[in-house]
C-alpha cells in the first residue's frame, strides 16, 4: 500500500489543541473553543470576536538538546520545569509553542513510545495549564534531535518519512541489489537536495589501513533525461570537507575517484540552522582534512543552475566504498 506522505504530513501539522481551541469558522462559532480562525486566518476571540494576541514563547526541555543539557549537569528536569514555568508567568508570557520532537516519542510506524521524554512532556503540559498559558503544538518535526550536537540515532517516524519526498530504498537492475534514492519533482536553479552518513564506525578496527587505500569507488546512476553532476563530500571529525564531482547517467556505473582528486569545500550543516537566516554551509577556515578522523560521508546534487529553471531531479546510490591499488 502506498501511503501518501504529504496529505499524512498536513494532516498532522493541523494545530494540536489543548490550552488552544481553534477551529475554521464555518457560520457558527462553537462557543466552547476559546479562540476560532476567521475566513481571512486571523485568530479571534470566541466570547467578542476581537483578533486574538498572545506573548509566547518556544520551550523544549523534555526534548533534544534541551534534555540533555539538563542531563549533563545533574539537574532534576521536573524541578527546572517548575521553576521555568513560574518564571514565564511571572514575566506577563501567557502562550507557549512547539515542534515535537516525534523523532523521541514514536517508533518506526508512528506508534506513540511511553518513556522519558513523552513523561516530561505531559508533565510540561500539566504546569502550564496550572499557569493557564495558552499551548500550540505541532505533532511532526522533520528533523534530529541534535542541534547543536550531533543526531543521535533514533527509531522515529518522521527519522524514516519525508513530508512529501526524499530518501527511498528502491529495486536496482539486479536481483540482489538495493539503492539509495532521493528524488524532487522541482529542484531550482543552485537549490541542493542531499543526505549525509555517519560512517566513522565503519572505519573503527581498521584505522591502521587507510594508507594504503587510494580512492572512492560509488556505484551510481540518475533517473533523470538528462546526465546529472553529484558532489561526493569527505568530512573528519574536526568539521574538515574535502569533495569532489562525478557526473551521472541513466546507467549503473563503477566511478573511481582519486583520493587526490578531492579539494577542500564547505559541507551542509544538518540539521537545518535555526533561525533561516543563519548559513546552510559550513566551510573550516584552517586546518586540512585527514581521512583517519573520517566522520561523514556527504552525496549533494544541485540544480540546473545553467538553465535557471524548476526540473525534475533524482539519482541513486547503490553503493560508495574505499579501495585500495
Known amino acids: 500500500m502506498k501511503v501518501n506522505y504529504k496529505a499524512l504530513f498536513i494532516g498532522l501539522f493541523l494545530w494540536s489543541v489543548l490550552g488552544f481551541q481553534a477551529q475554521a ?13 476567521d475566513k481571512k486566518g486571523i485568530i479571534r476571540y470566541s466570547s467578542n470576536h476581537q483578533k486574538a494576541y498572545f506573548f509566547g514563547v518556544n520551550y523544549t526541555v523534555p526534548f533534544a538538546y ?10 532534576n528536569l521536573e524541578k527546572a520545569i517548575d521553576e521555568d514555568v513560574y518564571h514565564l508567568s511571572r514575566m506577563g508570557i501567557n502562550a507557549f509553542r512547539l515542534h515535537v520532537w516525534d523523532t523521541e516519542i514514536t517508533d518506526s510506524v508512528g506508534n506513540l513510545l511511553q518513556n522519558e521524554h513523552l513523561r516530561l512532556f505531559d508533565y ?21 534531535n541534535g542541534y547543536p550536537e550531533k543526531d543521535e540515532q533514533t527509531a522515529g517516524f518522521s527519522g524514516i518519512y519525508s513530508r512529501t ?21 522541482n529542484l531550482g536553479d543552485k537549490q541542493s537536495i542531499g543526505w549525509q552518513l555517519f560512517v566513522a564506525d565503519k572505519l573503527r578496527g ?8 587510494t580512492k572512492i569507488v560509488v556505484c551510481a546512476r540518475t533517473t533523470s533525461t538528462q546526465p546529472v553532476k553529484i558532489r561526493i563530500s ?16 541513466q546507467q549503473f556505473r563503477n566511478i573511481e575517484i582519486p583520493l587526490n582528486k578531492f579539494s577542500p569545500d564547505s559541507s551542509l550543516l544538518l540539521p537545518r540552522p535555526y533561525p533561516g537566516f ?48
Not at 67 to 73: E, I, M, T
Not at 124 to 144: C, V, Y
Not at 165 to 185: H, R, Y
Not at 234 to 249: E, V, Y
Open 25 to 37: 469558522q464555518t457560520g457558527k462559532t462553537q462557543q466552547k473553543n476559546f479562540i476560532y480562525i
Open 66 to 75: 534541551g534534555y540533555r543539557s539538563h542531563k549533563a549537569l545533574g539537574i
Open 124 to 144: 510540561l503540559l500539566n504546569q502550564l495549564e496550572k499557569r493557564h498559558i495558552k499551548i500550540l503544538f505541532t505533532p511532526l518535526a522533520f528533523w534530529g
Open 165 to 185: 519526498e526524499g530518501p527511498e530504498l528502491v529495486a536496482g537492475e539486479k536481483t540482489d541489489q538495493v539503492s539509495f534514492k532521493i528524488s524532487t519533482q
Open 206 to 213: 581498521r584505522l591502521a589501513e587507510l594508507p594504503a587505500f
Open 234 to 249: 569527505l568530512i573528519d571529525a574536526g568539521a574538515f570537507s574535502n569533495a569532489s564531482f562525478i557526473t551521472l547517467d
Open 278 to 325: 543563519l548559513p546552510l554551509w559550513f566551510k573550516a577556515a584552517a586546518g586540512k582534512f585527514k581521512l583517519d578522523q573520517l566522520d561523514k560521508l556527504e552525496v549533494i546534487g544541485t540544480g540546473p543552475s545553467a538553465t535557471g529553471q524548476n526540473q525534475p531531479y533524482s539519482f541513486e546510490i547503490e553503493s560508495i566504498l574505499l579501495k585500495k591499488d
